[in-house]
């Protein structure tokens, strides 16, 4: 069973940024695809960036490429988001998710498709 405390979010204003954090626990941090997600209300969860943990391959939704980077601290057993240049847009719960194995393509970013989901971490950009 892995839990997933996420943590990082708040207000800030557009072109402003923040970092998200999440930390799996009850599992080793080898071997897992690692991902942010984001809901906005009225609007599907979609998925925003994904990093595997064995070999640090990450990947991105168009709507963030060039702004957030997600990386991972192997001593710390973290995996961040930062998130630069933030637009109201961006505005949404952010979770993290977890899979225990490498997800390939389109599969990183259905939400479903991964077994341990945090509890979510508002994020909040005003003009």
Known sequence: QVHLVESGGGSVQAGGSLRLSCKPSGYSFAGLTMAWFR??????????????????????????????????DDAKNTVYL????????DSAMYYCAAHVGKKWGASRWAVDGYSYRGQGTQVTVSL
Not at 82 to 89: H, W
């Open 82 to 89: 930062q998130m630069n240049s933030l637009r109201p847009e």
């Open 39 to 72: 809901q906005a209300p009225g609007k599907e969860r979609e998925g925003v960036a994904s990093i595997y943990t064995d070999d640090m391959s990450t990947a991105y939704a168009d709507a963030v490429k060039g702004r957030f980077t997600i990386s991972q």
